[in-house]
């Protein structure tokens, strides 16, 4: 594992962090690292029914995402205000993750792996090259003089649903922990049992060519070099 002691989590949706990094962020804030998480949108359109209102489901999913990330022990959550399938990499969105992270100063990001092939859903793609933009905004002292913040430059990008890990992570001893974040999500589980059984598979078969009965992958950008 990464010497970390301040870490930001960030998902393109509510319930994206939890799904391919709850067990690192439950890791870490039970090992005392203090995380942060934060969502570009607040995933108003994260439905299959016509009917439903975009507002009141993003209020529903914002409060899913909070408590979630209370039960994961995370410190707190950030809403950055894009609207959920219109997030694009733009200026003013890098500087908005350069600001967060200048705020937050984590020694760690994580994020989408927006490099991997076939990555569908053109927010969760927008969001991993906004993080990985965003770091480097952030961590030089003359880029984005106007945030008016001193520049922070972590040590680590850890990318989430890639193709190429070389982080693997045991959390085999927080997995129920981020079986419960799931649930939270209750607007976007289904059935709990089936959810359940899909992580558990799914965390044993990352975990399983590493001797491990659970475990998340990642990979990682080490930012000093670069």
């Given at each position: ?17 939890e799904?391919?990094a ?11 690292v203090?995380v ?8 108003e359109?994260?439905t ?9 489901l ?7 995402a ?12 950030h ?7 219109e997030l694009?990499?733009?200026m003013?969105?890098?500087l908005?993750?350069?600001r967060?992270?200048r705020?937050v100063?984590?020694?760690?990001v ?16 927008a ?17 984005a ?6 520049a922070?430059?972590p040590?680590t ?12 992570v045991?959390?085999s001893?927080?997995?129920g922990?981020?079986i ?5 999500h209750?607007s ?17 078969a ?12 990642f990979?990682t950008?080490?930012?000093r070099?670069?």
């Open positions: 594992m990464l010497t970390v002691r301040r870490a930001l989590a960030i998902g393109a949706h509510p319930d994206d962090v799904l391919s709850g067990g690192l962020v439950a890791r870490w804030a039970s090992e005392g203090h942060e998480l934060a969502c570009f949108t607040a995933g359109k994260g299959s029914d016509p009917a439903a209102d975009p507002a009141e993003g209020r529903t999913r914002r409060a899913e909070a408590a979630a990330a209370s039960v994961l022990g995370a410190r707190d959550i809403f950055l205000g894009a609207v959920d399938g694009e990499v733009t003013p969105w890098r908005a993750v350069a967060l992270i705020s100063r984590p020694d760690v994580v994020g989408h792996d927006p490099w991997r092939r076939w990555l569908l859903h053109p927010d969760h793609r969001a991993g090259f906004l993080t990985v933009d965003g770091v480097v905004a952030a961590r030089d002292p003359l880029y003089p106007e945030l008016d913040l001193p922070h430059r040590h990008i850890l990318l989430y649903g890639t193709e190429e890990p070389d982080e693997i045991d959390v001893r927080v997995l922990t981020k419960a974040a799931l649930r939270a209750a976007q589980v289904g059935d709990p049992a089936d959810t359940e059984r899909r992580i558990r598979t799914w965390a044993a990352v975990g399983a060519p590493y001797g491990l009965t659970a475990a998340e992958a990979h950008l080490d930012t070099g670069r």
